[in-house]
């Protein structure tokens, strides 16, 4: 089945880095769009970034410039380079995948960037 684990999430200060991994199995990884998005309790989740089969990068306007997102095909792994971090990027980061007609998410990575 479709399985997407999150990690590299943890505790950062302010102007710091983190770079999150995203590990895709049971699909043909190198022929999908990959998405991270993120969520603050209580709050509606909102996408961050998406990188697709050919490479193409996409981001939210908050992230701009400060997130890189890439992957590794052979590795089936997306990932999520976040540089200058900033406290309202605190969150839980999903990474997904849309197939046919269903979205698969994974378990999520918590982000916590305080000093």
């Known amino acids: 089945q479709v399985q997407l684990v999150e990690s590299g999430g943890g505790l950062v200060q302010p102007g710091g880095s983190l770079r999150l991994s995203c590990v895709v199995s049971?699909?043909?990884?190198?022929?999908?769009?990959i998405t991270w998005h993120r969520q603050v309790p209580g709050q509606q989740r909102e996408w961050v970034a998406s990188?697709?089969?050919?490479?193409?990068?996409n981001y939210a306007d908050s992230v701009t410039g400060r997130f890189t997102v890439t992957r590794d095909n052979a590795k089936k792994t997306v990932f999520l380079q976040m540089n200058s971090l900033k406290p309202e990027d605190t969150a839980v980061y999903y990474c997904n995948v849309f197939l046919r007609t269903t979205t698969y998410w994974g378990k999520g990575t918590l982000v916590t960037v305080s000093s």
């Open positions: 049971g699909i043909m990884f190198s022929g999908n769009t």
């Open positions: 990188i697709t089969r050919e490479n193409v990068t």
